[in-house]
């Protein structure tokens, strides 16, 4: 499927690596104008060197004022994939203050923020536009260690249900994309133990996790026109995991 985003303007956040990183790429080889959100300034001077013409934003979006002053006067956005996320790996007992409040902050107030940035640009134009929010395969099911993102994601499902709800009459669609892992430095994190990796490539039908390209098709489908129908869905990535 050939898509092509010529002449919108898109928004990633977490650009800087995996997920990303690949979005951006491919939707500047698509035609867009996009900028780039991330808090890593080598991960954005390298994607520059990859992609001329991106518009680059340093900034941690975990910290609400320094998202505001960075992305406030952005300007109009048409597409905008909400991606940043942190996983901290801790069992119940012993999450930490710290822990919690830095995973909430950036997985899931940071997409509510940008989000209504973006959204009240797009009505005050009076222009359509698609929002994806990248959750996991993880706000339905339980992985050990991973209770904080677990709950960050699992709100994330409610989240996008209620904007799909309140912006769908401004022909602004919300959707999410639900992977299992990716092995991305994040999922690596994840899956660090060969075993436990070993007996979770297993339960997957596929026996097969899913690659980074497999998400970004997925990414750019509820971006483009192809699912003009679709809102306040969340599509699943997960090489039938949720199936077995």
């Known amino acids: 499927m050939k898509l092509n985003f010529s002449g919108l303007r898109a928004l990633v956040t977490g650009a800087g690596k995996g997920i990303g990183r690949d979005t951006v790429k491919a939707l500047h080889a698509s035609g867009a104008r996009v900028v780039a959100v991330t808090r890593t300034n080598a991960d954005l001077v390298s994607l520059s060197k990859e ?3 991106i518009e680059p934003v340093c900034v941690d979006l975990g910290n609400w004022e320094a998202t505001e002053q960075a992305l406030g006067t952005v300007g109009p956005v ?9 996983v901290v790996m801790q069992p119940f007992l012993e999450v930490t203050k710290e822990a919690f409040d830095r995973s909430f902050n950036v997985n899931l107030r940071s997409v509510l923020q940008v989000s209504q940035i973006v959204a009240r640009g797009m009505i005050a134009r009076g222009a359509p536009g698609s929002i994806v929010n990248i959750s996991s395969m993880v706000a339905y099911v339980t992985f050990p ?14 989240l996008t249900k209620t904007m799909a709800g309140e912006l769908g009459p401004h022909k602004i669609r919300v959707n999410s994309v639900n992977p299992t892992v990716v092995l991305t430095d ?22 097969k996790f899913a690659e980074v390209e497999d998400v970004v ?11 003009a129908s679709t809102t306040g869905s969340g599509i699943l990535v997960d090489c039938g995991y949720l199936a077995s």
């Open 51 to 53: 992609c001329p013409g």
């Open 78 to 86: 048409d597409l905008l994939v909400n991606n940043a996320a942190v």
């Open 145 to 158: 260690n991973l209770i904080t993102y677990s709950s960050t994601k699992s709100a994330m499902t409610m």
């Open 186 to 207: 994040m999922g690596k994190k994840g899956t660090s133990d060969p075993e436990f990796r070993r007996k979770l490539m297993e339960r997957h039908p596929l026996r």
């Open 217 to 227: 098709n997925t990414i750019l489908f509820l971006l483009s026109e192809h699912s």
